[in-house]
């Protein structure tokens, strides 16, 4: 990551320009807005809050936990699902998440512009016209109310100096970074890979210009970043991302609240079926795209096969997976071919596109749950596996190294493996460690998993909201 990627160079000549600005402009916008805000009110810019998505968990679960801890504070949303009426929002929210809102201190704001932002209108600058929608779609949310304390949960960097010059206290809530400093390191070495236009790579001009783009786009994504009284992220990987790209120190995790509750009931059989059957089951759950990397467990198959075979063990491994489209079908067909190379064709099942009930039914029968995927942002599925009580063994890199598989209280609560080797041996290891170490593994991987509960999102959401208060 290059250092300097946020330090803006030009932003000397702009600053003759502040006052004319600040005449022209701030000044009326602050006075507009001091005599149109409403005291006691938090107000959410989720524009896409009826779409169900990971995002909107966190937007239910944060206006719950605030009503019950400042019941003196009216909530709002700024929602542009005009077609949804609040009942119809709220019950979605209960049926999707379990999330209970009380219905008499949340308000909608419907916002009329939002197809401003949606990626189609701009094939070209993307970024930085979605950007600049995000901004008029902010100004529209500003005519419409200006609040006290204003939180951007979807990622409109714009919208916060908006708020902020209107006076309001800003928290922004930050899933994923619009551009990082990776991003620019990538550029400017004219790989390939990020943009595979070769053109735009062997150019020399092209690729000044792209790359003087996205420096410029960075550097208002930092000046948008600069106003956020409060920054929370939702996990380690995007914290390092917003600490360099916005150059602040406080950024602070706050988890998702995951379910994980139904996978917590499940009554494990995986160490019945080893000593009975004496099979070693192992599971991997994720969809079959190609960076979850499944060739490296059929060879992983391979590589334990004999060994356990000469302790008295057979092997199983079963990868259950969603399977989108004809090219996640032709990947499976590939790996059925290589598992049938290596030898491994019996000991490997598909089940793809599995029940609920089903998937429910391969956990509690799973010793091993094998995860290959690097550099992945979190690993929803590493939790669940480690809730439903099998041994976790995943790629030494992203989420699971950085969140999840994470000593807990100094204790071991899973496995993190580099190369093909690595991983056959943990494997061996996890079946010869026998079964006491492996409950323990168990019981310190559940108590983990508290730290991405709800009662701890509720916590930490309100102690980093607190400090606008
Ligand atoms: C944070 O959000 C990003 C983008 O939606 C997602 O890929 C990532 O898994 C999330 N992290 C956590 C900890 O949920
Ligand atoms: C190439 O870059 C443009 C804009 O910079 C982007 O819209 C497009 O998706 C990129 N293509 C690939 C293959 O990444
Ligand atoms: C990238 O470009 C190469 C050669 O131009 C092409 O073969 C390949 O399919 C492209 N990949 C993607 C993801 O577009
Ligand atoms: C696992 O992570 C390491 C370190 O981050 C990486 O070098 C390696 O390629 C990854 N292994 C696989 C199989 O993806």
Not at 81 to 90: F, G, S
Not at 223 to 244: D, E, F, P
Not at 285 to 299: A, D, F, S, Y
Not at 453 to 460: G, K, R, W
Request: hydrophobic residues 40%; neutral net charge.
């Amino acid at each position: 990551m290059s250092s300097d990627c946020s330090i803006c160079s030009s932003i000397t000549t702009i600053l003759y320009l502040i006052p004319l600005l600040f005449a022209l402009f701030v000044i009326p916008f602050r006075l507009i807005s001091d005599t149109r805000r409403k005291s006691k009110t938090v107000a959410f810019f989720h524009p896409y809050c009826n779409a169900g998505g990971g995002g909107e968990r966190v937007l239910w679960a944060a206006i719950r936990t605030m009503q019950k801890k400042f019941p003196d504070r009216k909530f709002y949303v700024y929602s542009g699902d005009t077609d949804a009426t609040k009942e119809q929002i709220l019950l979605k929210a209960r049926q999707r998440f379990g999330i209970e809102l009380d219905p008499t201190n949340v308000h909608f704001i419907y916002l009329h512009w939002r197809t401003l932002v949606e990626a189609r209108h701009y094939p070209h600058f993307t970024m930085l016209f979605q950007a600049l929608a995000g901004l008029v779609l902010s100004l529209e949310a500003w005519i419409r109310m200006v609040p006290e304390i204003f939180i951007d949960s979807m990622g409109y960097p714009l919208s916060l100096p908006t708020f902020r010059l209107a006076g309001s206290k800003v928290v922004a809530y930050v899933h994923y970074p619009t551009i990082s400093c990776d991003m620019l390191d990538v550029v400017e070495s004219r790989q390939q890979t990020f943009n595979n236009s070769s053109t735009i790579a062997q150019s020399n001009f092209l690729s000044w210009a792209k790359l003087a783009y996205y420096r410029l786009f960075a550097c208002l994504y930092w000046l948008a970043g600069k106003t956020a009284h409060v920054v929370m992220v939702n996990g380690s990987w995007t914290q390092r991302h917003i600490t360099a790209i916005w150059s602040r120190r406080d950024v602070s995790i706050v988890y998702p609240p995951c379910d994980v509750e139904e996978f917590m009931k499940i009554e494990s059989v995986a160490e019945r079926i080893l000593e009975e059957k004496k099979t070693v089951r192992l599971l991997s759950v994720g969809q079959i795209r190609p960076e979850k990397n499944h060739k490296l467990q059929l060879e992983v198959l391979h590589d334990i096969k004999e060994p356990l075979k000469k302790k008295g063990y057979n092997v199983e491994l079963c990868i259950a997976g969603g399977c989108r489209n004809e090219e996640d079908e032709q990947r499976v067909k590939t790996l059925k071919k290589e598992a049938k190379e290596l030898g491994i064709e019996k000991e490997l099942r598909f089940e793809l596109n599995i029940p609920y009930e089903n998937l429910i039914d391969e956990l509690s029968k799973a010793l091993i749950s094998i995860h290959t995927m690097h550099n992945e942002h979190f690993g929803i599925s590493v939790v669940e596996a480690m809730a439903a009580s099998t041994v976790i063994l995943s790629n030494d890199s992203g989420g699971p190294k950085m969140d999840i598989v994470k000593d807990f209280d100094g204790k071991c609560v899973g496995y993190l493996s580099i190369t093909r080797e690595e991983y056959a041996e943990t494997v061996l290891k996890i079946v010869d460690e026998g079964r006491s170490q492996r409950d323990k593994i168990r019981e310190q991987a559940r108590k983990s998993l508290s730290r991405f509960s709800d009662s701890a999102f509720e916590t930490h959401w309100n102690k980093q909201f607190e400090n606008v208060l």
